[in-house]
């Protein structure tokens, strides 16, 4: 296997490899230490044939990327892998992968620490009305079906010492303060993985009536009054749910039913 700079100190030779068949994934563990960025070193492993379920998971991120080109703050102390998957499903579904990957980060992260993270749409985990988490799916796309998905999951764990000026940091919230007693970041990757495994296969099974059910649980906007921003129109109106694209409904003003695809939720109350 090739490595390229972005690898872990330590040289090639640091990063750790170990097997878990955690319900319908095998995953298999390729550990780092500093990475660019998760997602970029399991699409170079993922060209070079590493199988489904590969995670590539690091100590910390030097170029950790966030959803609509944001930069994805990671220094040591944070959680940040990557699945790597092969999914027989259509290039429609991909909005319900983000869904199922929202789903297990709220419930390993809720299973594990007690707390109760929601859902913002479609894979932003929150707590307390501040940021904690997030997912950057990025997808190659063969005839209409998803070739290959590299799922990265970012989380905020221990709160680091440095000041943070930077204005998106000032909405976000660490693991570190709601908990006395705070987990080692990697201690909360396995029950995500082992969530993830579940709703995968239920994703990958159709069914849509059991994610839709539990992503409403676990959303922060359902039946609230959001401000949606979709191929640059504004949309503002009560949060209905999901459809069986993973596309949020909101019902307008003038009572019509506009779906968020692409876009970003901008505000709820
Ligand atoms: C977001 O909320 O904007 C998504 C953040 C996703 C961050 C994770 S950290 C692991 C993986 N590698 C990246 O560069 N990004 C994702």
């Given amino acids: ?26 995953f298999r563990l390729r550990s780092f230490g500093r990475v660019g960025s998760t997602n970029d070193v399991a699409r170079r492993l993922a060209k070079e044939g590493a199988a489904e379920g590969t995670v590539v998971v690091a100590r910390e991120q030097t170029a ?41 980060v709220a419930e390993g992260v809720g299973g594990r620490t007690g ?25 190659q796309v063969s005839s209409e079906m998803i070739a290959l998905a590299l799922v990265g999951v970012g989380l905020n764990v221990q709160k680091p010492q440095l000041v943070l000026r930077e204005e998106p940091l000032k909405m976000a919230t660490w693991l570190s303060d709601h908990l006395c007693e705070t987990p080692e970041p990697r201690q909360l990757m396995l029950p995500v993985l082992k969530s993830f495994s579940r709703w995968y296969a239920r994703l990958l099974q159709g069914e849509l009536g059991a994610i839709k059910e539990a992503y409403g649980r676990l959303s922060a906007l359902l039946g609230k009054e959001v401000k949606a921003v979709e191929a640059g129109q504004v949309i503002i109106g009560k949060c209905l749910g999901i459809d069986d694209e993973g596309a949020l409904i909101v019902q307008t003003k003038r009572r019509k039913r506009a779906r968020v695809v692409s876009g970003e939720i901008w505000s709820w109350s």
């Fill in 1 to 26: 296997m090739s490595r390229g700079s972005q690898d872990a100190p330590g040289g090639a030779g640091s990063a750790g490899r170990a097997k878990e068949q955690v319900g319908a994934l095998k």
């Fill in 115 to 139: 707390l109760d993270p929601l859902l913002k749409w479609p894979n932003d985990l929150y707590l307390g009305g501040r940021k904690l988490g997030g997912v950057l799916i990025e997808t």
């Fill in 64 to 104: 950790g990327r966030g959803r609509h080109g944001r930069e994805w703050f990671s220094p040591e102390g944070g959680l940040y892998f990557t699945v790597i998957l092969r999914p027989e499903l259509e290039a429609s579904k991909v909005g319900m992968l983000r869904v199922v990957s929202g789903i297990a």
